[in-house]
């Protein structure tokens, strides 16, 4: 199996511009996560989803961050419009089940740079 | 709020020697504790686990030791080796009301470098 897979690994662009993220979660498994690691927070949980639907977005942090799932092989993180505060590394990462004890296999991020 | 702490943010050791990474955590409610390493430009990848009903689990070279009491869990790298060098990641979570656990929470991660 390729593992996760994210796209792009880096992003450059200018404040006010959308940005999109996306994520090809391991076959088989069915929870999904978005996480964003920048040096002040940590790494920090964004979103995840169960079966394609989204279970908890207290993560995230504005109305300009939206997440999507349309099927099981699938996600986007959409931020619109950009941010310099919203440069980091987001990582997309998958699991069999929503952390019932199952390993979570993340993928190798993207970096996000708004200037 | 930082539920989970790592408070060294970064560890140097010789090889051939003992790395020691902490981690404390305010919840209570935490039953379930994980390392995770990443190295540059890789995600993180789980190393390893232990649940609250133990206070020790050994895997190899590594070894987490947990002290519920204190709410302090440790990592052990026995002996640390070069490929060791990388950022390790401390995480909990809770059992949920409604089955299954909490999300993860992390903490902000300790850089280890071993030294040849």
């Known amino acids: 199996d390729a593992g996760v897979i994210q796209s792009p690994r880096h992003e450059v662009t200018e404040m006010g511009q959308e940005v999109t993220l996306r994520c090809k979660p391991i076959?088989?498994?069915?929870?999904l996560f978005w996480y964003r690691q920048t040096m002040m927070r940590g790494l920090e949980l964004l979103i995840y989803f169960n079966n394609n639907v989204p279970i908890d977005d207290s993560g995230m942090p504005e109305d300009r961050f939206s997440a999507k799932m349309p099927n099981a092989s699938f996600s986007t993180l959409k931020i619109q419009p950009s941010e310099p505060r919203d440069s980091a590394v987001y990582f997309c990462?998958?699991?069999?089940?929503?952390?019932?004890?199952?390993?979570?296999?993340f993928g190798p991020g993207t970096r996000l740079t708004v200037l | 709020d930082q539920q989970v702490k790592q408070n060294s943010p970064s560890l140097s050791v010789q090889e051939g020697r003992i790395s020691i990474l902490n981690c404390d955590y305010t919840?209570?409610?935490?039953?379930?504790f994980l390392w995770y390493k990443k190295y540059p430009a890789e995600g993180p990848t789980f190393l390893i686990s232990?649940?609250?009903?133990?206070d020790k689990n050994e895997d190899g070279r590594f070894t987490v030791f947990l002290n519920k009491s204190a709410k302090h869990l440790s990592l052990h790298i026995v002996p640390s080796q070069p490929g060791d060098s990388a950022v390790y990641f401390c995480?909990?979570?809770?059992?949920?009301?409604?089955?299954?656990?909490?999300?993860?929470?992390f903490g902000k991660g300790t850089k280890l470098t071993v030294n040849p």
């Open positions: 990462a998958s699991s069999l089940a929503p952390f019932d004890d199952s390993e979570q296999f």
């Open positions: 995480a909990a979570s809770a059992k949920s009301t409604q089955g299954g656990s909490e999300k993860l929470v």
């Open positions: 232990i649940s609250s009903i133990k």
């Open positions: 919840n209570s409610m935490f039953d379930y």
């Open positions: 076959s088989g498994h069915n929870s």
